[in-house]
């Protein structure tokens, strides 16, 4: 059981580039979530998908689209990066929304020059 | 939005130590998590509270879930360094207070350095 996969770990972009982020849960969970982590603002809601075949925004959805291609699968894409989405991205997934437990990902670290 | 007020922001402590920190809240939550992070890793869960009083333990860590619902206090007991790390805790509100399932709300992290 790997849990919550990320990738890539690593990624390093010129603003204007696009990039997906792939995540991936092995665990049978309805529920998928996108983070980003940023000093000093803690962990702050970018996208969630409550169960397949639904998306809805979070705190900050600026500059974000999702997809959740599969119960398994949630990617997140930046269209046009910006340097202000330099960040640690963190995707998490929980049972349900009655299951208040969320697991993470191990991160991925994304600088926008 | 609700937030989390979490303290201390940061602990340096000798090991042997136990350590206490604390979230609180001017809304009412109905579910407190903590979480640990280690440099370079995503957070993970330590333990989980769901009722009020609630006091629930995971090896020699003890989280307690406020009785006014507002509050939740993470306690290590007997410290070592592999503790080193940054514990967050997270909660939902109350519906009532415009909670939802899935919006989960952080605080800042308590950063803890054991000293050997």
């Known amino acids: 059981n790997a849990g919550v996969t990320q990738t890539p770990k690593f990624q390093v972009l010129k603003t204007g580039q696009s990039m997906t982020l792939q995540c991936a849960q092995d665990?049978?969970?309805?529920?998928m979530y996108w983070y980003r982590q940023d000093p000093g603002m803690g962990l702050r809601l970018i996208y969630y998908?409550?169960?397949?075949?639904?998306?809805d925004k979070g705190e900050v959805p600026n500059g974000y689209n999702v997809s959740r291609l599969n119960k398994r699968e949630f990617s997140l894409r930046l269209e046009s990066a910006a340097p202000s989405q330099t960040s640690v991205y963190f995707c998490?997934?929980?049972?349900?929304?009655?299951?208040?437990?969320?697991?993470f990902g191990p991160g991925t670290r994304l600088t926008v020059t | 939005g609700q937030q989390l007020n979490q303290s201390p922001q940061s602990m340096f402590i000798q090991e042997g130590e136990d350590v206490s920190m604390n979230c609180t809240s001017s809304?009412?939550?109905?579910?407190w998590l903590w979480y640990k992070q280690e440099p370079g890793e995503g957070p993970v869960l330590l333990i989980a509270?769901?009722?009020?009083?609630e006091l629930t333990s995971n090896g020699r860590l003890t989280a307690q879930f406020g009785i006014t619902r507002k509050d939740s206090f993470l306690n290590i007991s007997a410290s070592i360094p592999s503790d080193v790390g940054i514990y967050f805790c997270?909660?939902?509100?109350?519906?009532?207070?415009?909670?939802?399932?899935?919006?989960?709300?952080f605080g800042k992290g308590t950063l803890l350095t054991v000293n050997p």
């Open positions: 998490a997934s929980s049972a349900d929304g009655s299951s208040y437990e969320q697991y």
């Open positions: 665990m049978n969970h309805n529920s």
């Open positions: 998908s409550a169960s397949e075949g639904t998306t």
């Open positions: 809304s009412i939550f109905n579910t």
């Open positions: 509270l769901y009722k009020a009083g």
């Open positions: 997270a909660g939902y509100p109350d519906l009532y207070s415009g909670g939802s399932n899935y919006k989960l709300t």
